[in-house]
Nanobody
Framework: QVQLVESGGRLVQAGGSLRLSCAAS????????MGWFRQAPGKEREFVTV????????YYADSVKGRFTISRDNAKNTVYLQMNSLKPEDTAVYYC???????????????WGQGTQVTVSS
């Protein structure tokens, strides 16, 4: 069982930056691929980024490539999402999730956090 708790979401102006954190409870945290997803009102949950066990492999959705950076600290059981050059279309609830697969599909992720709201004003 893995419990995930996101934090760091807030209201920010377009062009600004935020760093989201996701703290995991599991001792086996380092065995999971960690992903970030987001869901805007009236839209389906969409993939943002994923990171491998050791952090050496990452993959990003085209919409955030070059602006967002995922990282993890296995000693702290935490994964981060650094978001720069934020745009109003980045407004969504952001979720972190854990999977035993390197995947961009929500259904491959077993454990989910409760989400943190990011709002980007224009």
């Amino acid at each position: 069982q893995v419990q995930l708790v996101e934090s760091g979401g807030r209201l920010v102006q377009a062009g600004g930056s935020l760093r989201l954190s996701c703290a995991a409870s599991a001792r086996t945290f380092s065995r999971y691929y960690m992903g970030w997803f987001r869901q805007a009102p009236g839209k389906e949950r969409e993939f943002v980024t994923v990171i491998s066990w050791g952090g050496g492999i990452t993959y990003y959705a085209d919409s955030v490539k070059g602006r967002f950076t995922i990282s993890r600290d296995n000693a702290k059981n935490t994964v981060y999402l650094q978001m720069n050059s934020l745009k109003p279309e980045d407004t969504a609830v952001y979720y972190c999730a854990a999977s035993t697969k390197y995947s961009t599909y929500p259904h491959d992720y077993t454990y989910w956090g409760q989400g943190t709201q990011v709002t980007v004003s224009s």
